[in-house]
């Protein structure tokens, strides 16, 4: 490194102190404020300024300066973003020294109110093969333009920026693992422990309702139904608190298929979700169901000759009923089910029949197949 360079003691240790500020426990702003303040007055210089780079690296996202009284910085107005010679060394990060800033063929200009600046040295802040901004240094008192050493300074002073912006955006990453930590740690309980307790307690409403006497029946099916919408509101703060792919629900993996199948169907199949869906449905009841879903739309979409078609699954009442509609050329009277879907529906039926349900094939009033698949739930 060219600070290699540097012979002075005084500098060098100045710049060993300047570094140890790092370590001191100061905020990102504060450290970054006395390493300019340090680099200007190692330097002569009477301005100074670090411009962080924003995360797309396309602007500059903080623009910390030294040298400007506040009723100054105020008058100029707002900071700058990286445009002109700034804007050049965000896209060519390297040093460099200019005798007079405007006469630059990048330079943009000043502002109204801004004072005049014409030397200027310009020193991108790098760690490894990372930029994170420059550190800007203008108006050398006493000399035309920046030395060489001036340079190898300020660059020295560079790397210790990038170091304390890195060290802050790793504690930040840090700060965020525990945040997400906590939060999957929270949706998981409510996810294994609250839902399935409220589930619980549903299904216990449920069998007393049904061995009630008729005035106190209905109350206990209001305390069901309001059950049934807690556990809707407690999935909703599961997914908003960010629940990890592993505890994907039966929702979820039902949209994705029928989404997946929409090639095959030719047009959108419309979905429809209700009650306590993935409490309520087993890993066994799952697997059975996502393969009578796959089957029942792709033969709509292989047979059918259908423009419309819909999947509706609702658990309810102790049952888990699946309904896939549609309008195509239905299921003509003396046709078998082989016919209709080969040996697909066939397999569709004893799926049920393993899980002590029923499969019932209607054709609706205005034509086309209604398929009902109906298992019990627990």
């Known amino acids: 490194m060219s600070f290699h360079s540097i012979e002075d003691p005084a500098k060098l240790r100045r710049l ?42 396309k602007v500059l996202s903080d623009f910390i300066t030294v040298g400007l009284d506040h009723d100054a910085e105020i008058a100029i107005g707002p900071l700058p973003t990286g445009k002109g010679v700034l804007g050049l060394l965000m896209s060519e990060p390297q040093t460099l020294r200019l005798p007079d800033l405007g006469k630059h063929p990048d330079s943009y200009g000043f502002p109204p109110n801004h004072p005049p600046m014409k030397s200027f040295l310009g020193v991108p802040i790098r760690l490894r093969d990372e930029v994170y901004g420059n550190l800007y240094l203008t108006d050398k008192i006493g000399w035309s333009e920046f030395t060489n050493d001036d340079a190898s300074l300020v660059e020295a002073l560079a790397l ?61 099916g209001a305390m069901v139904t309001e059950i049934d919408q807690v556990i809707k509101q407690v999935r909703s703060t599961i997914y908003e608190l960010g629940l990890g792919a592993d505890l994907r629900g039966v929702r979820d993996d039902i949209l994705s298929l029928v989404d997946e199948l929409t090639p095959v169907v030719g047009f959108h199949v419309t979905v429809s979700i209700d009650g306590p869906v993935d409490s309520a449905v087993s890993d066994t009841m799952a697997e059975h169901l996502m393969a009578t879903i796959r089957e029942s739309v792709t033969n709509i979409g292989r047979h059918a000759n259908a423009t419309n078609a819909s999947v509706s699954l609702v658990v309810a009442d102790g049952q888990c009923r699946l309904t896939v509609t549609d309008n195509g050329v239905g299921i003509g009277a003396g046709t078998s089910e082989a016919s209709r879907g080969g040996l697909g529906l066939v397999n569709i039926r004893r799926r049920a029949e393993k899980l002590h349900g029923t499969l019932d094939l209607k054709t609706p009033e205005g034509g086309g197949t209604s398929l009902t698949w109906q298992v019990p739930v627990g």
Not at 29 to 52: H, Q
Not at 169 to 183: I, K, P, S, T
């Open 160 to 220: 210790a920026a990038g170091i304390a912006i890195e060290n802050t955006h790793l504690q930040q990453q840090l700060r965020m693992a525990d945040v997400y930590e906590d939060r999957d740690r929270l949706a998981r309980d409510l996810h294994d422990t609250v839902i399935q307790r409220l589930f619980g307690v549903g299904l216990t409403l449920q069998s007393i309702a049904a061995r009630s006497p008729s005035e106190i029946a209905p109350g206990l």
């Open 16 to 57: 060993l102190e300047a570094s140890l500020l790092i370590e001191g426990g100061l905020d990102l702003a504060s450290i970054l404020g006395r390493l300019i303040d340090e680099a200007r007055s190692m330097t002569g210089a009477r301005y100074g300024a670090i411009g962080v780079l924003s995360v797309d690296k």
